[in-house]
């Protein structure tokens, strides 16, 4: 087991549930709301994952891959996306579901995901690989899938900022 690899599951997981949400019929508040209730705490839940058991580390060993220019900014710009994913998730359950409006909203999430895990896979994850010993990957990805496991229903999504959060754990 390796944290890249169960980060990179859970990415999957997101795209699929995000898929599943446009294929449900828009009357079928029911099933919407089940699937987004589970989309809702993979995002928070992986979230709050990887800034407990990912990120410290790659501020230690990490020094910027693909167009980031070092861990910390890689760094910096997740926890960024972080904070945009768990609002754009705060609007969906602001709306009511199945309407227009959810689905705007639903979108604008989808797109803040979308666009932190193309980022966070070319940059985060590679730069990670490239620097971890074997060791350390699983036990990060033992303690991840634990905490994940724990809060199978999700966590309270509390956004960092994200300069305190590479200052504290650059330690």
Not at 69 to 92: L, Q
Not at 96 to 109: V, Y
Request: charge should be negative; include cysteine.
């Amino acid at each position: 087991m390796e944290i890249t690899r169960l980060i990179l599951d859970d990415h999957a997981e997101q795209r699929r549930l995000f898929a599943m949400l446009d294929t449900i019929d828009r009357t079928d508040i029911a099933a919407l709301g089940a699937i987004w209730r589970r989309l809702r705490a993979l995002l928070d839940t992986h979230a709050e994952a990887e800034e407990r058991f990912f990120y410290p580390d790659l501020l230690k060993i990490g020094d910027g891959a693909a167009d980031a220019d070092s861990a910390a900014d890689e760094t910096k710009d997740a926890i960024k996306d972080h904070n945009e994913i768990r609002d754009t998730g705060a609007a969906v359950d602001e709306e009511e579901i199945g309407s227009d409006a959810w689905f705007d909203a639903l979108d604008a999430c989808n797109k803040a995901n979308g666009d932190h895990m193309a980022e966070e896979e070319r940059q985060g994850l590679a730069d990670f690989r490239r620097h971890a010993d074997l060791r350390l990957s699983h036990d990060l990805a033992v303690r991840f899938a634990a905490f994940e496991a724990e809060h199978l229903t999700g966590v309270a999504p509390v956004n960092k900022n994200p300069r305190e959060y590479v200052a504290e754990n650059s330690l």
